[in-house]
């Protein structure tokens, strides 16, 4: 029975894939914390720690089918510890070896590199979906770098941009996540195994090189120093992912606007028998995109109870460290299904190009008053030009009259403009600036990265 959204059957594919539930469940939560004890156990046990056979049989031992996730959970209620319920099963799996055990760590030690284990995995994932959906925004970033539409500021139009540059604005930013999960990679993957207060007190001068063996044997770097209480690391790549997430919702939230009615510039892919309203039949609601934009809040929300970790008491405390048992799955979990929602919405989307014309042309060129007003310039001055054009600006929208009506008309300007050049200059696919090739430009930095193969 769930009760968090992730949990319940009939939303939490909305909130999260499969794939990525998989990561964080509780099965595999125990074999990570397993696969530490494991690694540590022969880690000792091949440095003389420990009986050699203890090491084997207790690797052996730590197996998720030997454990009964419920059983565990029952017991741990009753001895209000997260981890001793484990370790007594594992104890007790492994016979005469069982009092080698979890020897000189803590329980911090294991649990944060049973999280990092599972990070790591869900890194794999996260990572790979967002190369993919930044080559799906290459291809559509060069498909339509030529696209005129209307570029919109505090929600207004003001000039002509093109859908291809729109997209690769975007585009450049999970270059730059890209590259920032890349870097952070060593810093985030790194385990801890240093004991009771990270002094390696219980194993003494061997306690750093058997800590070096068990992270090697994890795939994970080894810390210079404890960071029981330093979760910078953490919250780092929690950030990142928030800044992935910020892109996303800024992206959903811009298709849902240009899907809308009035604009009809785009349109999320539609499949028949989809429903858009229980009691207005007609409509076809921006869904995904909605989808896509909903989960950044609660993806920022989760960032900031990361960093809300980053202040412990002492050498360690539960009541930060837990924070990030809420926060890091949820971050994940989310982000994994903004992630395909996007990769589908880009393979499937509608773009509208002729109601992008269209919308344009709405104003009769008013769009181009900053061409106007540039062509005026040359022979009355930009300051000038700029009175000028704003008043003709205002008479049109006041007195609802054609923007080419009122240039014409002007003394001024058909003094320096002829009605044919005024028709040119109104054009507003020849007033795109170097759309085309500012996305040519980052579809290129993008490809010599080698990000999106490697």
């Keep these: 029975m769930g009760s968090h959204v992730i949990d319940l059957r009939m939303l939490q594919n909305n909130f999260s894939t499969e794939e990525m539930r998989q990561i964080w469940n509780d099965e595999n939560r125990l074999q990570k914390i397993l696969d530490a004890e494991a690694s540590l156990a022969l880690a000792q046990s091949e440095l003389g720690v420990i009986p050699e056979k203890a090491g084997e049989t207790i690797a052996e031992a730590a197996k998720i089918e030997n454990f009964d996730v419920e059983d565990i959970a029952q017991e741990a209620v009753k001895l209000k510890h997260s981890l001793m319920a484990t370790v007594n099963q594992l104890q007790n799996l492994s016979g005469e070896y069982g009092e080698f055990v979890h020897f000189g760590v803590t329980t911090q030690d294991i649990t944060d590199t049973g999280t990092i284990l599972q990070l790591k995995e869900a890194h794999q994932i996260l990572f790979r979906d967002m190369k ?138 539609f499949q028949a028998g989809n429903v858009g309203s229980t009691t207005m039949p007609h409509k076809r609601n921006p869904a995904l995109f909605e989808g896509i934009a909903s989960l950044t809040k609660p993806v920022l929300h989760s960032v900031s109870l990361l960093h809300e970790s980053l202040i412990m008491d002492h050498e360690r405390d539960a009541k930060s460290w837990r924070s990030e048992w809420v926060a890091l799955p949820e971050i994940c979990l989310y982000l994994s299904s903004q992630l395909k929602t996007t990769i589908n919405v880009l393979k499937g989307l509608i773009v509208k190009p002729e109601n992008m014309l269209r919308n344009l042309n709405m104003q009769g060129g008013l769009l181009l008053s900053e061409r106007i007003m540039f062509a005026l310039s040359e022979k009355v001055g930009k300051q000038t ?70």
Aim: net charge negative; aromatic share 6%; proline share 4%.
């Design 132 to 269: 993919e959906t930044a080559q799906l925004l290459v291809e559509l970033s060069d498909k339509y770098k030529n696209t005129p539409m209307a570029a919109r500021t505090h929600g207004m139009q003001g000039l002509p941009t093109t859908f291809g540059f729109k997209l690769a604005v975007v585009l450049s930013e999970f270059d730059r996540h890209l590259q920032r999960l890349k870097e952070a990679e060593p810093r985030t993957f790194t385990g801890v195994l240093a004991g009771g207060v990270g002094t390696y007190a219980a194993l003494g001068s061997i306690g750093p090189e058997v800590e070096t063996k068990a992270l090697d044997k994890l795939g994970l770097s080894t810390p210079d120093i404890c960071w029981h209480s330093s979760r910078d690391r953490i919250s780092e790549y929690g950030s990142i992912l928030g800044l992935v997430s910020g892109s996303l919702g800024k992206l959903g939230n811009e298709f849902y606007n240009l899907m809308r009615t009035e604009i009809d510039e785009l349109e999320e892919p």
């Design 385 to 454: 030009a700029h009175h000028l054009v704003y008043e003709l600006s205002m008479k049109s929208y006041e007195e609802n009259i054609p923007f080419k009506t009122t240039l014409t008309e002007n003394e001024v300007v058909s003094s320096v403009l002829s009605e044919e050049q005024i028709e040119d200059l109104l054009d507003p696919s020849q007033y795109t600036g170097l759309a085309s090739e500012k996305v040519e430009e980052v579809i290129a930095q993008i490809k010599k990265g080698a990000l999106l193969h490697g």
